[in-house]
T-cell receptor, first 118, second 111 residues
Framework: GAVVSQHPSWVICKSGTSVKIECRSL??????MFWYRQFPKQSLMLMAT?????????EQGVEKDKFLINHASLTLSTLTVTSAHPEDSSFYIC??????????????FGPGTRLLVL | GESVGLHLPTLSVQEGDNSIINCAYS??????FIWYKQESGKGPQFIID?????DKRQGQRVTVLLNKTVKHLSLQIAATQPGDSAVYFC??????????FGTGTRLQVTL
C-alpha cells in the first residue's frame, strides 16, 4: 500500500517551454501532497504544499507563478514548470500524506521526475 | 533556523556487519522522525519512523533510536547487505506536516 506514482519519469525540453509533471496516489486518497526539488548530491528541498481544492502554499524563495501547482482531486496533483530555463533542470519529487484522524501522517514519495532543460 | 543534520556524509561497511547512521536535529519541538532510503535516480523510500514519546523502535533488520536529551537520532541496520547501499536521510516534523530533511549519508557496502 501507499504507492505514489509520477509521470513522466524524465523529460527533456527546450528553454522557454512549459512542462507538466503529474503525481498520483494509487491506493489511497491524499488530502495533502508535497513537491520537492533535489539537485545532485543534495538533500530534498520542499517547494510547496499542495492541498486538494485550495491554493498551494509555497516555500520562501519559490516563485508561485513559475511553478504552478494544481491539486484537483484527492489522488492527483500536478506541477507545471512554466517558461523553463536550464537552471530549472533538477529532480522533482512529490509525496503524498497518508493517515487520518488520530493517526500520524506519513509521507510516501513518488519515484521522481528528472527534468533537463536545454 | 531549525535544521536537521548528519554527522557522517559517507559510511563504508562490510557485508554482514551492522551499520549505524547518525542524525542530529535542532528543533526541540519536533515530535515525529522518519528515516528514508534513496537509491540513485529514485524517490525516497520509507524505512522506519518513531514518535517523540518513544526512544526505540524496531523493524525488520532496522532499529531507530531517539535520544531527545541530546537531540540525536540513529538508524541501525543489522547484517548489512549490498542492497542496502544508498543514501539515507533522516527527516523530522513538528506540529505542521512539513518534513525537514537532513543532508544525507551515503552507505557503501563492500563485499
Amino acid at each position: 500500500g501507499a504507492v505514489v506514482s509520477q509521470h513522466p519519469s524524465w523529460v527533456i525540453c527546450k528553454s522557454g517551454t512549459s512542462v507538466k509533471i503529474e503525481c498520483r496516489s494509487l491506493d489511497f486518497q491524499a488530502t495533502t501532497m508535497f513537491w520537492y526539488r533535489q539537485f545532485p548530491k543534495q538533500s530534498l528541498m520542499l517547494m510547496a504544499t499542495s492541498n486538494e481544492g485550495s491554493k498551494a502554499t509555497y516555500e520562501q524563495g519559490v516563485e508561485k507563478d513559475k511553478f504552478l501547482i494544481n491539486h484537483a482531486s484527492l489522488t492527483l496533483s500536478t506541477l507545471t514548470v512554466t517558461s523553463a530555463h536550464p537552471e530549472d533542470s533538477s529532480f522533482y519529487i512529490c509525496s503524498a500524506e497518508t493517515g487520518g484522524a488520530g493517526a500520524q501522517e506519513t509521507q510516501y514519495f513518488g519515484p521522481g521526475t528528472r527534468l533537463l532543460v536545454l | 533556523g531549525e535544521s536537521v543534520g548528519l554527522h557522517l556524509p559517507t559510511l563504508s561497511v562490510q557485508e554482514g556487519d551492522n551499520s549505524i547512521i547518525n542524525c542530529a536535529y535542532s528543533n526541540s519541538a519536533s515530535d515525529y522522525f522518519i528515516w528514508y532510503k534513496q537509491e540513485s535516480g529514485k524517490g525516497p523510500q520509507f524505512i522506519i519512523d518513531i514518535r517523540s514519546n518513544m526512544d526505540k523502535r524496531q523493524g525488520q533488520r532496522v532499529t531507530v533510536l531517539l535520544n531527545k536529551t541530546v537531540k540525536h537520532l540513529s538508524l541501525q541496520i543489522a547484517a548489512t547487505q549490498p542492497g542496502d547501499s544508498a543514501v539515507y536521510f533522516c527527516a523530522e516534523t513538528g506540529t505542521a506536516s512539513k518534513l525537514t530533511f537532513g543532508t544525507g549519508t551515503r552507505l557503501q557496502v563492500t563485499l
